[in-house]
């Protein structure tokens, strides 16, 4: 390049400043990069007479470096120029310093300066964000975390943005991650000077309406040494390639799982030099927007929003161009329109995105610029950065908004909210993250598998396509705090337990397996199948056990059957009663033979029909009926009452015997008749009611009493002793024979002197003396002192030996006249011999 070409500066009209520092400080060279989108880098040479800066003196330290035109001739002496705004303005900080070499003048030194926003890419960060828009976020970050100021910051949007649910910056510096979240809504920046302030503001736009417009140069290639003295542009370069020709994009939303997502976008306007498709699948998007609308009425973020971002960032790169100036004026973000005859493609006007600048004192400005043409359709869109990829998972924890909360905190969708241990803000209890989905083994319709997760529970959080702003819970795992409950110690244990002990275990030892299902609730209700084992693993029984402290209840619409007949391995079917059904059909043979009986024998023939109807419903459970088999007998016993009624008919049969028995009363009642047949041996029913009644009736001093004999082995004692010969008559009149066991379980007899019951007469009430009540209450003494002094009898005495021998004691005792009960009892011992 001619050196003659172009503007000359005197470099030492550049002025490099740096706050606090008052050595002079001379520009020897410089080079720097700016664009958009991106902060600016300026590497300066200087010169100054201190030999050694302090690096406190310069590094962090806000700096500023002039442009400025060579200085005008004076007209003539004595005249003095008014004082010229510099052409460029940079007010950055300096992040770089080197002591180049020195000499006895004066030492030589480089520095870098950069945009304060270059500050934001030292570190790396791990942080949440909520309900915030794009816009929002980036402010959020430049102002709280890196004191920006608002004159520091411009928003000018055409767009409103909508405000994320969550946002994720994970292992991003500051500057990569608000660049990256630019790019993705399309918003670039570059930097301007506010020279009212003299600092660097940062323009955020959205728009090709935010460019800054009637930037002209003209087009000069350079020839010879001569200049003109303007400023203009020369090696205008132009590359043009083939793009994607059209975009389509699809996204899945699972919060509106049937919403129609898919959107096409074609911004080439029949252009050749596109072709194919560009297919983008999991776009950030909820809501496709419309199609037909333009600019800022199209709905932002949205799918058609998204489609046409993608398809403007290719035609950016559809053709570029590029070129040299001498002038220090242009910057990023400028339309340069250039005259005199460009190339084609530079007619729409020049968008500059790339600067890079170059001068020393011995070489003229150069700036060499890459471009993209303008367009009213067509902005600059930012490169999307690299996006975080989430290969694995994130530890974090399941949150809730009440402390100590038993129940998991999810919403009406069954999500839950989760806290990042990687996340140092501080946030309400239960809102420290957005609501996530728990991934879980089985879902569907209002049905799966979900056990609520609780808080405090350590969780893995995943993410969809490794996009840190898509998690969900992938699994819960144990910790420290949140032991296992199947470890070393009960290994052999499959168990799903829950925070309340809702349990169900599954014990694979080989030889002891066993499924126990349990609840605490009332106490423990428990269903426990195969080798069953108590709290400390001892062996407790087999089989099947269902119990409860509460209530208990078996019910089933379609019938029961209880069985015990076995079916081994359970081969058969599941209703298989063939044992049952002979038992029931054996009923039935029975009671059609005595109904031929009963109509042979005039008596009142049995009825079928309740039978055959419990028959058929029994069988094969057709009907809501319950059957009870076991090969060897059932039965129902309780201390209390037991009731079996029916509201039809009710059978009770037997292929032998049937034996009814009463402790005290047997009544049998039946509102029309009673019908009783034998056909063998005939029937014996004896009815003593009114002699028995009358037998108990005894007088005594002129009052009747009633006595009550519980115990027939006082008949021998009320025949010897008690009963004179005539009131012996009135209890062996009505009776044929008494029979009873003695004490030593030895069967007596004592015969009567009735033939038949027809043949009694009236019965005379038996008049006691007291004599024979004394004997009667000796009898009753006796029975008392067996069972005080059981252990002062010989061991070979028995039964009937001992009260023979306390009975005897006691009439002694009553003609001793010993009527206290120690004195008698006293009396007895004296008489037994030793044990």
């Not at 129609?260 to 909820?286: I, K, N």
């Not at 059957?561 to 298989?576: F, N, R, W």
């Not at 005379?764 to 002192?785: F, I, R």
């Amino acid at each position: 390049m001619s050196t003659g070409l172009g503007c000359f500066f005197d470099h030492s009209q550049h002025q490099l400043k740096v706050r606090g520092l008052a050595a002079s400080l001379d520009v020897l060279t410089f080079n720097g990069q700016e664009g958009l989108s991106q902060p600016f880098k300026y590497t300066v040479e200087f010169t100054s007479i201190a030999q050694d800066i302090a690096v406190e003196q310069m590094l962090g330290r806000d700096a500023s470096f002039t442009l400025h035109a060579p200085p005008q001739k004076l007209p003539m002496l004595g005249f003095s120029l008014p004082p010229v705004k510099p052409l460029r303005a940079l007010h950055g900080v300096i992040t770089g310093l080197k002591r180049l070499s020195g000499s006895r003048d004066e030492a030589r030194y480089e520095i870098v300066i950069e945009a304060h926003l270059a500050l934001l890419g030292r570190g790396r960060q791990y942080r949440i964000y909520q309900h915030q828009s794009v816009p929002e976020i980036v402010e959020s970050v430049l102002r709280s975390r890196h004191q920006f100021e608002g004159q520091h910051l411009l928003f000018q949007l055409v767009r409103e943005y909508p405000r994320r649910e969550q946002v994720m910056q994970y292992g991003e510096s500051d500057l990569a991650f608000i660049t990256r979240l630019l790019a993705e809504v399309g918003i670039w920046y570059r930097f301007t000077t506010d020279e009212r302030l003299h600092i660097a503001v940062v323009e955020f736009h959205d728009d090709q309406r935010h460019y800054e417009f009637n930037v002209r140069l003209a087009y000069r290639e350079q020839s010879g040494l001569s200049s003109s003295g303007q400023d203009a542009v020369w090696d205008l370069q132009t590359s043009h390639q083939v793009v994607d020709q059209h975009i389509n994009v699809r996204a899945y939303h699972h919060r509106d799982a049937r919403a129609y997502l898919d959107g096409e976008v074609d911004q080439s306007r029949g252009a050749t030099t596109t072709y194919g498709e560009g297919y983008h699948y999991a776009e950030p998007y909820t809501a496709l927007g419309d199609a037909l609308d333009q600019d800022e009425d199209l709905l932002s973020e949205s799918g058609y929003f998204y489609a046409r971002l993608h398809h403007e960032r290719f035609l950016n790169d559809q053709t570029r161009l590029g070129g040299v100036s001498s002038s220090a004026a242009i910057s990023p973000g400028q339309v340069l329109k250039i005259s005199d005859g460009p190339p084609q493609a530079f007619a729409p006007g020049a968008v500059i995105t790339v600067l890079t600048l170059e001068a020393a004192r011995d070489r003229s400005l150069v700036t060499r610029f890459e471009a993209i043409p303008y367009s009213e359709t067509v902005c600059f869109r930012p490169p999307l950065g690299a996006k975080p990829q989430m290969a694995g998972t994130v530890p974090a924890r399941v949150t809730s908004n009440r402390a100590n909360d038993p129940y998991g905190h999810i919403d009406l969708e069954g999500r839950y909210r989760v806290s990042f241990l990687f996340d140092r803000d501080t946030w309400k209890a239960g809102e420290e993250s957005v609501w996530l989905r728990l991934a879980r083994p089985y879902a569907g319709d209002t049905h799966g598998l979900h056990l609520p997760l609780i808080c405090g529970t350590e969780v893995a959080v995943a993410f969809e396509h490794g996009d840190p702003d898509r998690p969900y819970i992938a699994h819960a795992l144990h910790d420290s705090q949140h032991p296992d409950h199947v470890t070393l110690r009960n290994y052999k244990r499959n168990v799903l337990r829950t925070p309340a002990n809702n349990k169900l275990r599954m014990d694979d030892t080989r030889g002891q397996e066993h499924i126990k299902l349990s609840t605490e609730h009332g106490g423990k209700s428990q269903l426990n199948l195969g080798h069953l084992v108590d709290e400390e693993r001892k062996q407790r029984g087999e089989g099947v056990e269902l119990r409860t402290d509460g209530w208990g209840v078996v019910r089933a619409g379609k019938g029961i059957l209880i069985s015990a007949d076995q079916q081994p391995k359970a081969q058969g079917a599941v209703l298989a009663m063939e044992p049952a059904c002979t038992q029931l059909q054996a009923a039935a043979a029975q009671m059609a033979d005595w109904q031929q009986y009963a109509l042979a024998h005039n008596s009142r023939k049995p009825s079928l029909e309740g039978l055959q109807r419990y028959h058929i419903a029994a069988k094969d459970l057709h009907g809501p009926a319950m059957l009870l088999n076991a090969p060897q007998g059932i039965g129902a016993v309780t201390s209390a009452s037991l009731l079996l009624r029916s509201g039809s008919a009710c059978y009770l049969q037997s292929g032998e015997e049937i034996n009814l028995a009463a402790g005290q009363r047997l009544s049998a009642n039946a509102e029309q008749s009673i019908s009783l047949l034998a056909r063998q041996e005939g029937m014996r029913l004896v009815s003593l009611a009114e002699h028995l009644s009358g037998c108990v009736e005894a007088g005594n001093g002129g009052c009747l009493g009633l006595l009550r004999y519980y115990d027939p082995r006082l008949f021998p004692l009320l025949f010897s002793h008690v009963l004179s010969h005539e009131q012996q008559q009135n209890w062996l009149g009505p009776t044929v024979f008494w029979s009873w066991l003695d004490r030593d379980g030895i069967a007596q007899h004592l015969a009567g002197t009735a033939e038949l019951p027809g043949q009694l007469g009236p019965f005379c009430p038996v008049e006691l003396s007291d004599d024979q009540l004394d004997t009667l209450c000796c009898a009753s003494d006796a029975t008392l002192a067996i069972e005080q002094l059981a252990e002062a009898f010989p061991s070979d005495w028995g039964a009937e030996r001992r009260f023979q021998a306390c009975y005897s004691a006691m009439l002694d005792a009553s003609k001793a006249g010993l009527f206290l009960d120690a004195q008698r009892t006293a009396y007895l011992q004296s008489r037994l011999p030793d044990a």
